[in-house]
C-alpha cells in the first residue's frame, strides 16, 4: 500500500513528470472460492495528484473487505493527504494527514499529522530512489473487547522514515518497493514497519496488471492481534 499507518506508495510522485497536471489512479482487486471454502475478498485503492510546477497534492482513498464461510474477516478503510513542496532538485518538503479505521485490529480510528523531508537518492529514466525523514503525531481510540484491558484513547509521536524505490525492465514492466519504519519517540522498542512490492505489467496506456506483496509488523500490537499480516494480491490498475 497500499497499506495504512501513514504508509502510503508514492513511487509516480516525480516531479519529472510534467506530462499532467491532474491524473487518477484505480487499482482494484478481487477474488473468492467456493465449495467446502467459501470466500470473498475486494480490494480498491483509488489515487488523484494535482501537479504544478514545485508541488504535487495527493489524496488516496483506501477500501478492504474479506468474508470467509459468509463471516466478514476484513474491515478496514483510510483516507491520507500529502503535500510535497520541491524545495530545490534533491529535496523536497512533505506534509501530511490521514485517517483510517480497521475492524479487525480493534482500531476504531486513527488519526494523524505529520511532516518531513524526502531526499532523492537516485534519479534517471530507469530508476528513481527516495530516501523519507520526518514524524507524525497520532492519536487512536482501541475498541472495548471482552476480556482484553488495552481498549480507550492514546496519543503519540513516532518518526517517520522510509526508502522508495522503482525500477523500470522496460517501457511496460516495471518493480517498485518501499520500506517504512515508524519508531515510536518516547520508547524505540515500540515501532511499526512495512515492506511493499509492486510489479506493473502495462498492457496499454490505460490499463496495467499489477501482483503486489505486502508485510506490515506491529511490535506492540493491540491485545489479541498478531505481531504480522502478510498479503498478497493480483489486480489491475487504471490510469486516467
Known amino acids: 500500500m497500499t497499506p495504512v499507518m501513514a504508509i502510503v506508495n508514492m513511487d509516480g510522485l516525480h516531479f519529472s513528470e510534467h506530462n ?25 485503492n ?19 473487505y474479506g468474508k470467509s464461510n459468509n463471516s466478514r474477516n476484513v474491515n478496514r ?5 500529502r503535500y510535497i513542496h520541491q524545495l530545490n532538485n534533491t529535496v523536497d518538503l512533505e506534509i501530511f494527514g490521514q485517517l483510517e479505521t480497521n475492524e479487525f485490529t480493534r482500531l476504531s480510528y486513527r488519526g494523524l499529522a505529520g511532516s ?24 487512536e481510540k482501541i475498541e472495548v473487547t471482552a476480556g482484553l484491558t488495552d481498549d480507550g484513547i492514546e496519543e503519540f509521536s513516532r518518526a517517520n522514515i522510509y526508502f522508495l524505490s522503482k525500477y523500470n525492465v522496460s517501457p511496460s514492466i516495471s518493480f517498485s518497493n518501499v520500506i517504512y519504519y515508524q519508531p515510536r519517540l518516547n520508547k524505540l522498542s515500540d515501532f511499526r514497519a512495512l515492506l511493499e512490492t509492486k510489479f506493473d505489467l502495462k498492457i496499454n496506456n490505460v490499463l496495467t496488471l499489477r501482483l503486489s506483496l505486502d508485510v506490515e509488523h506491529d511490535s506492540e500490537p493491540s491485545q ?7 498479503s498478497y494480491m493480483t489486480g489491475l490498475k487504471l490510469r486516467f
Open 20 to 44: 499532467k497536471t491532474f491524473s487518477a489512479d484505480l487499482d482494484f482487486s478481487i477474488s473468492g472460492s467456493s465449495g467446502n471454502t467459501q470466500t470473498e475478498k475486494a480490494v480498491l
Open 77 to 81: 478503510a483510510f483516507v491520507h493527504y
Open 116 to 139: 518531513g523531508v524526502r531526499y532523492t537518492v537516485v534519479k534517471s529514466e530507469q530508476n528513481n530512489a527516495f530516501l523519507g525523514l520526518g514524524a507524525f503525531y497520532s492519536k
Open 224 to 230: 489479541g492481534i498478531q505481531n504480522t499480516d502478510v
Open 46 to 64: 483509488t489515487q488523484f495528484s494535482w501537479r504544478a510546477e514545485k508541488s504535487i497534492n495527493l489524496v488516496i482513498l483506501g477500501y478492504k
